[in-house]
């Protein structure tokens, strides 16, 4: 296992677009984390699935933002009638729970421009 | 929820040692101390973490005083490649990273 994935690492769209971002998780993990991240900020948290059960969402996810983790394997985010202000890198973190410490691992992210 | 404070920046030269502090007055009994290291378009990736008095990795060592109110994160002999944004986190060790908060960080350049 080589770590976190995410794909596609760049995504270009026309605003008003619906976009997926896929995320694969170190295999053992089962904790699993949506962030977002805009230029010269710390990233925001989304998400968190724990398994296959998406236990949180922060209020930054509006009504056009689903995710879903189907067999507490891999993730998707989805982005439904894409704005502007969506641009950003979304990244996503994996984690044991229970594990001795709280390391994250993250992927290297999927950058949006929306257009 | 813990919030924390550091520099927005900081300057450096090859082969020097760092010291980035972080104050977060406010941490909580159960909160561990947490850095993480990000470059540019990549994701952050986790540095050291600390209860208190010092840990010392192969990448990094942790400083934590008594009162906790504080950390300093040492980044020995740093090169070029150091050259990255460097972010201070406290939160619960039970591992729920949805409750961290992610600051500006402090952006760190290392010169040749």
């Known amino acids: 296992d080589t770590g976190v994935s995410q794909n596609p690492r760049h995504k270009i769209t026309k605003r008003g677009q619906n976009v997926t971002f896929r995320c694969d998780p170190i295999?053992?993990?089962?904790?699993l984390y949506w962030y977002r991240q805009t230029l010269g900020q710390g990233p925001e948290f989304l998400t968190y699935?724990?398994?296959?059960?998406?236990?949180?969402k922060s209020r930054l996810l509006s009504d056009r933002f689903s995710a879903e983790r189907p067999k507490g394997s891999f993730s998707t985010l989805e982005i439904q009638r894409t704005e502007q202000g969506d641009s950003a890198m979304y990244l996503c973190?994996?984690?044991?729970?229970?594990?001795?410490?709280?390391?994250?691992?993250f992927g290297q992210g999927t950058r949006l421009t929306v257009v | 929820l813990a919030k924390t404070t550091q520099p927005i920046s900081m300057d450096s030269y090859e082969g020097q040692e760092v010291n980035i502090t972080c104050s977060h007055n406010?941490?909580?009994?159960?909160?561990?101390i947490t850095w993480y290291q990000q470059f540019p378009s990549q994701g952050p990736r986790f540095i050291i973490q600390?209860?208190?008095?010092?840990v010392t990795n192969e990448v990094a060592s942790l400083f934590i005083p008594a009162d906790r109110k504080s950390s300093t994160l040492s980044l020995p002999r740093v090169s070029l490649s150091d050259t990255a944004v460097y972010y201070c986190?406290?939160?619960?060790?039970?591992?729920?990273?949805?409750?961290?908060?992610w600051g500006l960080g402090t952006s760190l350049a290392v010169n040749p």
């Open positions: 973190a994996s984690s044991l729970a229970g594990g001795p410490d709280t390391e994250a691992f």
């Open positions: 295999s053992e993990h089962n904790r």
């Open positions: 699935f724990q398994n296959e059960a998406q236990l949180e």
């Open positions: 406010n941490i909580a009994t159960n909160d561990y």
């Open positions: 600390g209860y208190k008095t010092k």
């Open positions: 986190l406290v939160g619960d060790r039970d591992g729920n990273n949805r409750k961290l908060i």
